[in-house]
């Protein structure tokens, strides 16, 4: 199963009842963290969720609402004695920013990893999930990011038998696991059906709708995007600005065939997004508006 929480929903700066932009992923006990605006490390606190687990962050873009928040963060996470190093994933410059916020959170007591995506990269492995980096269309280079939690098949007696697997190796590439056994490497196809359907979360904010949007959100359980304006008369103040209205957001969710789609990143000047969600739903239903500590867990189909 998947854990995702919206630990913030603002863009551009925070207001008094929305922290700026970050989600959280956890699975199996381990937790990805999407952007970390300012407040991003409250947020948490507030959700009731922790930072021990955060195995890897993600970054969007450098806007200051997106990032601000990291120099605070990485200090709590040292602070509480973590010692384990710490992935981080985002465009091209990202250890260049991040080691400037870090002046001012020196002598971390952990190191940090750093994944620049670049235009070939592909997929990113981390403990439970597969992180599929996307790029989108911002004022300046801006990445989405799919999820993907992959399910195995079943085990199957008789594709163990007839692949003539010792007995005493089915437990262990039932977990998937690769062993060598008197000279003889046997993989966990060997003994497992076709996979199966898995669980995928899309996490998109400042952007124009793109078809890369469409293409990598396409039948994910739960897409997660940018919704800057509710109004239609906003129209041009998104395309100048690289953001989105919230019809425009439900238009990629109908196209990508998403079960459900959360807006966020909305603007200060939008008090109450539920109050513009009719235009979202008119064009998909399970349109809803995120909030600060939304939370869902997705559990696989059986």
């Known amino acids: 199963m998947m854990n995702i929480t919206l630990l913030g929903t ?4 925070p207001l008094k009842n929305r922290w700026l932009s970050s989600c959280l992923i956890a ?6 963290l999407t952007d970390c605006g300012e407040g991003t490390q409250i947020a948490l606190r507030w959700a009731g969720q922790k930072s021990k687990p955060i195995d890897v962050m993600c970054f969007t873009h450098f806007h200051a609402d997106h990032i601000s928040g990291l120099p605070g963060f990485l200090l709590t996470m ?13 465009p091209v410059g990202l250890e260049k920013y991040v080691r400037a916020l870090c002046l001012i959170a020196p002598n971390l007591t952990f190191d940090i990893r750093f994944i620049e995506v670049k235009e070939d990269d592909k997929e990113i492995v981390t403990e439970n999930i597969v992180i599929y980096p996307f790029r989108v269309r911002h004022s ?8 993907e939690l992959h399910r195995a098949g079943k085990f199957d007696k008789e594709k163990a038998i007839a692949n003539q697997v010792p007995l005493k190796l089915w437990a262990v590439l039932q977990k998937e696991q690769t062993v060598e056994h008197e000279g003889i490497i046997y993989t966990p196809d060997m ?5 199966r359907k898995g669980l995928k979360v899309t996490y ?16 994910s359980d739960l897409l997660i995007c940018e919704g800057m304006f509710a109004e239609e008369d906003k129209l041009s103040r998104a395309v100048e ?17 998403v079960r459900r789609l959360w807006l966020t990143h909305y603007s200060p000047s ?4 539920e109050e513009g969600l009719s235009a979202a739903a008119a064009i998909f239903p399970a349109a809803e508006c995120g909030f600060d500590g939304k939370n869902i867990e997705l559990r696989f189909e059986e």
């Open 27 to 32: 699975c199996n006990g381990h937790s990805i």
């Open 191 to 195: 003994v497992l059906g076709e996979a």
């Open 10 to 13: 603002g863009g551009t700066m």
């Open 204 to 219: 998109t904010t400042d952007t124009r709708p793109t078809p890369g949007i469409i293409n990598n959100a396409c039948g």
């Open 140 to 147: 300046i280079p801006c990445l989405g990011y799919r999820f």
């Open 78 to 90: 040292s602070n509480e004695g973590r010692t384990e190093p710490l992935t981080m994933v985002g």
């Open 270 to 273: 939008l008090d109450k997004p």
């Open 241 to 257: 600005t690289g953001h989105m209205l919230f019809r425009e957001a439900a238009q990629i969710a109908k196209e990508a065939a």
